[in-house]
């Protein structure tokens, strides 16, 4: 779930560049950078949080690993 999470976050972001990109109006290209800004910052808060899960999940099935060991 978290990578999807992340790909929508990042996908929102690439969107966002692209609506800067084709904007004619300041203002418009203003919004639509703070936008990106915004929604970037989403998918790397995404990835952390993903990456700080699998670092968690490892360390308890090492320790699991290291109680099973130590009980046999």
């Known amino acids: 779930m978290a990578s999807q999470t992340y790909e929508f ?3 929102r972001a ?3 560049a692209s609506d ?3 904007a004619t109006l ?3 290209r ?3 950078l703070r936008s990106e800004a915004t929604w970037q910052a989403l998918a ?3 990835r952390a949080v ?3 899960r699998r670092k968690i999940a490892a360390t308890k099935a090492a320790e699991a690993e290291a109680e099973a060991e ?3």
């Open 50 to 52: 993903a990456e700080q």
């Open 14 to 16: 690439a969107e966002a």
């Open 9 to 11: 976050y990042a996908a």
């Open 26 to 28: 300041s203002n418009v």
């Open 30 to 32: 203003d919004r639509a």
């Open 44 to 46: 790397d808060q995404a």
């Open 70 to 72: 130590a009980s046999a």
């Open 20 to 22: 800067a990109e084709a």
